[in-house]
Nanobody, 115 residues
Framework: QVRLVESGGDSVQAGGSLRLSCEGP????????MGWYRQVPGKQRELVAT???????NYADSVKGRFTISRDNAKNTVYLQMNSLKPEDTAVYLC?????????WGQGTQVTVSS
């Protein structure tokens, strides 16, 4: 079982920045790809960014140039640096991780951006 714990969500004004963290299990777990998704009530969960163990990244078009995903393999932790935040970035942000072909999810952290 892989437990993921997100942190860093907050309420900010448009144009502000936040850094989300998602801490996974201890280093004995060789976690595969990790990613950030977001969800708004009544809408489908959407991809924000993913990163594999080699550091290769993928971003949703809506966040390219504003968000940066990174990870620390030794800590099985993934980060999301969010700059130039917009009201439409308001959502619950969830991280996920792959381990032996199974995808695990965290509980999520709320990000609210006011105009």
């Amino acid at each position: 079982q892989v437990r993921l714990v997100e942190s860093g969500g907050d309420s900010v004004q448009a144009g502000g920045s936040l850094r989300l963290s998602c801490e996974g299990p201890g280093s004995t777990y060789r976690i595969g790809a990790m990613g950030w998704y977001r969800q708004v009530p009544g809408k489908q969960r959407e991809l924000v960014a993913t990163i594999n163990r080699d550091g290769n990244t993928n971003y949703a078009d809506s966040v390219k140039g504003r968000f940066t995903i990174s990870r620390d393999n030794a800590k099985n932790t993934v980060y999301l640096q969010m700059n130039s935040l917009k009201p439409e970035d308001t959502a619950v942000y969830l991280c996920n991780a792959q381990w032996f072909g199974v995808i695990y999810w965290g509980q999520g952290t709320q990000v609210t951006v006011s105009s």
